[in-house]
Protein backbone atom coordinates (compact mmCIF):
# COMPACT_ATOMS: atom_id res chain seq x y z
CA UNK A 1 0.00 0.00 0.00
CA UNK A 2 1.17 3.03 -0.71
CA UNK A 3 1.81 6.49 1.12
CA UNK A 4 1.54 9.66 0.74
CA UNK A 5 3.11 10.60 4.30
CA UNK A 6 6.92 11.08 3.58
CA UNK A 7 9.18 11.50 6.34
CA UNK A 8 12.48 13.12 6.78
CA UNK A 9 15.05 15.35 8.59
CA UNK A 10 14.81 18.92 8.72
CA UNK A 11 14.45 21.25 6.84
CA UNK A 12 11.34 20.91 5.30
CA UNK A 13 11.08 24.40 3.41
CA UNK A 14 13.38 24.49 1.14
CA UNK A 15 14.57 27.58 -1.04
CA UNK A 16 16.89 29.45 -3.60
CA UNK A 17 18.00 32.02 -0.84
CA UNK A 18 21.62 31.40 0.88
CA UNK A 19 23.81 33.23 2.70
CA UNK A 20 25.92 34.18 -0.27
CA UNK A 21 23.12 35.72 -1.75
CA UNK A 22 21.90 37.59 1.01
CA UNK A 23 25.65 39.23 1.70
CA UNK A 24 25.46 40.25 -1.99
CA UNK A 25 21.99 41.39 -1.35
CA UNK A 26 23.42 44.10 1.27
CA UNK A 27 26.38 44.66 -0.75
CA UNK A 28 24.39 45.70 -3.28
CA UNK A 29 22.41 47.81 -0.73
CA UNK A 30 25.27 49.55 0.53
CA UNK A 31 26.68 50.85 -2.62
CA UNK A 32 24.76 53.86 -2.70
CA UNK A 33 26.49 55.23 0.93
CA UNK A 34 29.87 54.18 -0.47
CA UNK A 35 29.03 56.38 -3.25
CA UNK A 36 27.77 58.86 -1.64
CA UNK A 37 30.33 58.76 0.69
CA UNK A 38 33.50 59.08 -1.82
CA UNK A 39 31.20 62.07 -3.49
CA UNK A 40 31.10 64.15 -0.47
CA UNK A 41 34.61 63.27 1.09
CA UNK A 42 37.40 62.21 -1.91
CA UNK A 43 38.67 59.01 -2.65
CA UNK A 44 40.15 58.60 1.08
CA UNK A 45 36.84 57.40 1.51
CA UNK A 46 37.04 54.46 -0.61
CA UNK A 47 40.61 53.58 0.11
CA UNK A 48 39.03 53.59 3.94
CA UNK A 49 36.64 51.27 3.09
CA UNK A 50 38.52 49.00 0.64
CA UNK A 51 41.26 48.47 2.75
CA UNK A 52 38.33 47.24 5.89
CA UNK A 53 36.63 44.73 3.09
CA UNK A 54 40.65 43.25 2.57
CA UNK A 55 41.97 43.05 6.16
CA UNK A 56 38.68 41.23 6.85
CA UNK A 57 39.05 39.13 4.14
CA UNK A 58 42.38 38.17 4.77
CA UNK A 59 41.79 37.37 8.34
CA UNK A 60 39.41 35.41 8.13
CA UNK A 61 41.21 33.38 5.42
CA UNK A 62 44.47 33.06 7.82
CA UNK A 63 42.30 31.93 10.73
CA UNK A 64 40.53 29.42 8.81
CA UNK A 65 43.97 28.20 7.27
CA UNK A 66 45.86 28.48 10.85
CA UNK A 67 42.89 26.20 12.37
CA UNK A 68 42.49 24.12 9.58
CA UNK A 69 39.17 24.60 9.07
CA UNK A 70 36.93 25.11 5.94
CA UNK A 71 37.57 28.21 3.97
CA UNK A 72 34.67 30.57 4.40
CA UNK A 73 35.23 33.47 2.91
CA UNK A 74 33.30 33.04 -0.32
CA UNK A 75 29.81 33.99 1.69
CA UNK A 76 30.60 37.34 1.36
CA UNK A 77 30.08 38.22 5.34
CA UNK A 78 33.57 38.85 5.51
CA UNK A 79 32.86 41.72 2.66
CA UNK A 80 29.56 42.69 4.22
CA UNK A 81 31.50 43.65 7.79
CA UNK A 82 34.35 45.37 6.08
CA UNK A 83 31.86 47.77 4.03
CA UNK A 84 29.68 48.21 7.18
CA UNK A 85 32.95 48.75 9.45
CA UNK A 86 34.73 51.19 6.51
CA UNK A 87 31.39 53.15 5.99
CA UNK A 88 31.16 53.85 10.11
CA UNK A 89 34.72 55.17 9.93
CA UNK A 90 36.20 58.59 9.17
CA UNK A 91 37.72 59.00 5.92
CA UNK A 92 40.64 60.73 7.86
CA UNK A 93 41.19 58.13 9.96
CA UNK A 94 44.68 56.64 10.16
CA UNK A 95 44.76 53.07 7.76
CA UNK A 96 46.49 51.50 10.51
CA UNK A 97 43.70 52.06 12.96
CA UNK A 98 41.34 51.30 10.07
CA UNK A 99 43.39 47.72 9.56
CA UNK A 100 43.51 47.18 13.66
CA UNK A 101 39.35 47.53 13.67
CA UNK A 102 38.92 45.09 11.20
CA UNK A 103 41.17 42.49 12.91
CA UNK A 104 39.24 42.84 15.92
CA UNK A 105 36.23 42.63 14.14
CA UNK A 106 36.29 39.38 12.51
CA UNK A 107 39.23 37.54 14.83
CA UNK A 108 37.91 38.67 18.05
CA UNK A 109 34.02 38.90 17.13
CA UNK A 110 33.61 36.62 14.71
CA UNK A 111 35.76 33.67 13.93
CA UNK A 112 36.61 32.75 17.36
CA UNK A 113 33.24 32.49 18.79
CA UNK A 114 32.52 30.04 15.81
CA UNK A 115 32.19 31.90 13.03
CA UNK A 116 29.05 33.51 10.92
CA UNK A 117 25.47 32.84 12.93
CA UNK A 118 27.47 32.14 16.36
CA UNK A 119 28.58 35.89 17.07
CA UNK A 120 27.24 37.33 20.21
CA UNK A 121 27.47 41.09 18.79
CA UNK A 122 27.72 42.52 15.38
CA UNK A 123 31.06 42.68 14.04
CA UNK A 124 30.68 45.87 12.45
CA UNK A 125 29.29 47.84 15.46
CA UNK A 126 31.79 45.87 18.00
CA UNK A 127 34.54 47.05 16.30
CA UNK A 128 33.09 50.81 16.11
CA UNK A 129 32.99 50.98 19.72
CA UNK A 130 36.52 49.24 20.47
CA UNK A 131 38.15 51.89 17.93
CA UNK A 132 35.82 54.68 19.71
CA UNK A 133 37.22 53.79 23.13
CA UNK A 134 41.09 52.55 21.82
CA UNK A 135 41.46 55.19 19.64
CA UNK A 136 38.80 58.06 19.76
CA UNK A 137 38.06 56.87 15.81
CA UNK A 138 35.06 59.51 15.84
CA UNK A 139 36.74 62.16 18.03
CA UNK A 140 37.88 63.85 14.57
CA UNK A 141 35.15 63.24 12.29
CA UNK A 142 35.94 64.01 8.22
CA UNK A 143 34.31 67.02 6.62
CA UNK A 144 33.00 67.13 3.24
CA UNK A 145 34.53 68.71 0.19
CA UNK A 146 31.45 70.80 -0.16
CA UNK A 147 32.71 72.02 3.38
CA UNK A 148 34.94 74.81 3.59
CA UNK A 149 35.10 75.54 7.23
CA UNK A 150 35.91 72.15 9.72
CA UNK A 151 32.96 72.70 12.67
CA UNK A 152 31.92 70.23 15.25
CA UNK A 153 29.48 67.36 14.09
CA UNK A 154 25.91 68.37 14.43
CA UNK A 155 24.92 66.38 17.30
CA UNK A 156 28.08 67.70 19.04
CA UNK A 157 26.31 71.41 17.93
CA UNK A 158 23.06 70.06 19.18
CA UNK A 159 24.50 68.62 22.42
CA UNK A 160 25.48 72.26 23.22
CA UNK A 161 22.51 73.73 22.21
CA UNK A 162 23.43 75.21 18.89
CA UNK A 163 21.48 74.73 15.27
CA UNK A 164 22.44 72.04 12.92
CA UNK A 165 22.68 72.62 9.64
CA UNK A 166 19.95 72.62 6.89
CA UNK A 167 17.42 69.52 6.68
CA UNK A 168 18.28 69.34 3.23
CA UNK A 169 22.08 69.20 3.78
CA UNK A 170 21.98 66.60 6.33
CA UNK A 171 19.47 64.68 4.39
CA UNK A 172 22.21 64.71 1.15
CA UNK A 173 25.48 63.89 3.59
CA UNK A 174 26.87 67.59 3.38
CA UNK A 175 27.68 67.38 7.41
CA UNK A 176 30.74 66.24 9.09
CA UNK A 177 30.70 62.70 10.19
CA UNK A 178 31.42 59.33 8.87
CA UNK A 179 31.84 57.87 5.97
CA UNK A 180 28.79 56.07 5.17
CA UNK A 181 26.25 57.47 7.68
CA UNK A 182 25.83 61.30 6.58
CA UNK A 183 23.54 60.16 3.08
CA UNK A 184 20.10 59.60 4.55
CA UNK A 185 19.22 59.39 1.30
CA UNK A 186 21.56 56.92 0.20
CA UNK A 187 20.81 54.85 3.27
CA UNK A 188 17.26 54.63 2.14
CA UNK A 189 17.73 53.63 -1.08
CA UNK A 190 19.52 50.52 0.41
CA UNK A 191 17.04 49.92 2.83
CA UNK A 192 14.45 50.19 0.47
CA UNK A 193 16.15 47.51 -1.52
CA UNK A 194 16.68 45.40 1.27
CA UNK A 195 12.80 45.59 1.97
CA UNK A 196 12.06 44.52 -1.65
CA UNK A 197 14.06 41.90 -1.43
CA UNK A 198 12.95 40.58 2.09
CA UNK A 199 16.57 40.58 3.31
CA UNK A 200 15.09 42.59 5.77
CA UNK A 201 11.89 43.75 7.60
CA UNK A 202 10.53 46.49 8.42
CA UNK A 203 9.89 46.13 12.18
CA UNK A 204 13.25 47.06 13.58
CA UNK A 205 14.61 50.21 11.58
CA UNK A 206 11.09 51.54 12.17
CA UNK A 207 10.65 51.13 15.62
CA UNK A 208 14.09 52.36 16.15
CA UNK A 209 14.20 54.89 14.33
CA UNK A 210 10.37 56.09 15.56
CA UNK A 211 11.43 55.80 19.01
CA UNK A 212 14.46 57.74 18.50
CA UNK A 213 12.21 60.91 17.45
CA UNK A 214 9.45 60.42 19.46
CA UNK A 215 11.67 60.81 22.51
CA UNK A 216 13.75 63.50 21.09
CA UNK A 217 10.66 65.81 20.10
CA UNK A 218 9.60 65.26 24.00
CA UNK A 219 12.78 66.15 24.97
CA UNK A 220 13.41 68.79 23.20
CA UNK A 221 10.03 70.49 23.88
CA UNK A 222 8.43 69.43 21.01
CA UNK A 223 10.75 71.24 18.56
CA UNK A 224 10.02 69.11 15.11
CA UNK A 225 13.14 70.83 13.50
CA UNK A 226 15.57 69.71 16.24
CA UNK A 227 14.18 66.01 16.64
CA UNK A 228 14.19 65.87 12.48
CA UNK A 229 17.85 67.58 12.85
CA UNK A 230 18.91 65.44 15.51
CA UNK A 231 18.45 61.47 13.49
CA UNK A 232 19.55 62.56 10.68
CA UNK A 233 22.74 64.09 12.48
CA UNK A 234 24.26 60.74 13.47
CA UNK A 235 24.65 57.05 12.42
CA UNK A 236 20.53 56.04 13.23
CA UNK A 237 19.84 55.62 9.56
CA UNK A 238 22.90 53.09 9.26
CA UNK A 239 22.57 51.46 11.95
CA UNK A 240 18.79 50.98 12.17
CA UNK A 241 18.78 49.62 8.43
CA UNK A 242 22.06 47.78 8.39
CA UNK A 243 23.71 47.05 11.50
CA UNK A 244 20.48 46.14 13.74
CA UNK A 245 18.55 44.05 11.66
CA UNK A 246 21.59 41.30 11.77
CA UNK A 247 19.88 37.96 11.97
CA UNK A 248 22.57 36.54 14.28
CA UNK A 249 22.46 39.04 16.80
CA UNK A 250 18.55 40.49 16.73
CA UNK A 251 14.89 38.44 17.17
CA UNK A 252 13.16 36.59 15.01
CA UNK A 253 9.65 37.29 15.55
CA UNK A 254 8.02 40.65 14.63
CA UNK A 255 7.11 41.37 17.72
CA UNK A 256 10.62 40.87 19.34
CA UNK A 257 11.84 42.79 16.47
CA UNK A 258 9.40 45.56 17.37
CA UNK A 259 10.93 45.22 21.12
CA UNK A 260 14.44 44.79 19.86
CA UNK A 261 14.45 48.58 18.00
CA UNK A 262 12.36 50.53 20.45
CA UNK A 263 14.76 49.67 23.18
CA UNK A 264 17.93 50.71 21.14
CA UNK A 265 15.92 54.17 20.32
CA UNK A 266 15.57 54.40 24.03
CA UNK A 267 19.32 53.62 24.60
CA UNK A 268 20.16 55.83 22.12
CA UNK A 269 18.36 58.63 23.35
CA UNK A 270 19.54 58.06 26.80
CA UNK A 271 23.15 58.27 25.54
CA UNK A 272 22.86 61.26 23.43
CA UNK A 273 20.99 63.55 26.02
CA UNK A 274 22.78 62.28 29.27
CA UNK A 275 26.26 59.90 28.02
CA UNK A 276 29.75 61.64 27.93
CA UNK A 277 29.10 60.91 23.64
CA UNK A 278 26.95 62.73 21.99
CA UNK A 279 26.25 59.61 19.35
CA UNK A 280 24.63 56.64 21.01
CA UNK A 281 23.56 54.85 18.12
CA UNK A 282 26.62 52.32 18.30
CA UNK A 283 26.79 51.67 21.82
CA UNK A 284 22.25 51.17 22.20
CA UNK A 285 22.75 48.40 18.92
CA UNK A 286 25.50 46.44 21.67
CA UNK A 287 23.35 46.78 24.43
CA UNK A 288 20.51 45.45 22.28
CA UNK A 289 22.73 42.78 21.09
CA UNK A 290 23.34 41.49 24.93
CA UNK A 291 19.40 41.86 25.63
CA UNK A 292 18.21 39.73 21.95
CA UNK A 293 18.50 36.35 23.69
CA UNK A 294 16.00 37.32 26.88
CA UNK A 295 14.01 39.61 23.91
CA UNK A 296 13.65 36.12 21.96
CA UNK A 297 12.28 33.99 24.97
CA UNK A 298 9.84 36.47 26.26
CA UNK A 299 8.29 37.29 22.27
CA UNK A 300 8.67 33.79 20.95
CA UNK A 301 5.51 32.02 19.28
CA UNK A 302 3.80 29.98 21.56
CA UNK A 303 3.35 26.37 19.61
CA UNK A 304 -0.35 25.29 18.55
CA UNK A 305 -1.84 23.40 20.65
CA UNK A 306 0.68 24.51 23.65
CA UNK A 307 0.08 26.61 27.04
CA UNK A 308 2.53 28.05 29.80
CA UNK A 309 3.21 26.43 32.44
Not at 135 to 147: K, Q
Not at 219 to 236: E, R
Request: contains cysteine; proline residues 5%.
Amino acid sequence: MDSNLNISVSPHILCATTTKRIMLDVVIALLPAVIAGTLLFGLRALLVVALCVAVCLLTEFLFNVVIKAKQTIGDLSAVVTGVLLGLNLPANIPLWQAAIGSIFAILVVKCIFGGIGKNLFNPAIAARVFMLIAFGAMATPAFPMLDTISTATPLVVLKEGGFAPPLVDLFLGIRGGAIGETCVLALIIGGVYLLIRRVITWHIPVAFIATTFILTFVLVDFDIYTALSSIMSGGLFIGAIFMATDYTTSPSSDLGKLVFGIFAGLMTVLIRFWGVYPEGVSFAILLANILDPYIEVWTKRRLFGGYKK
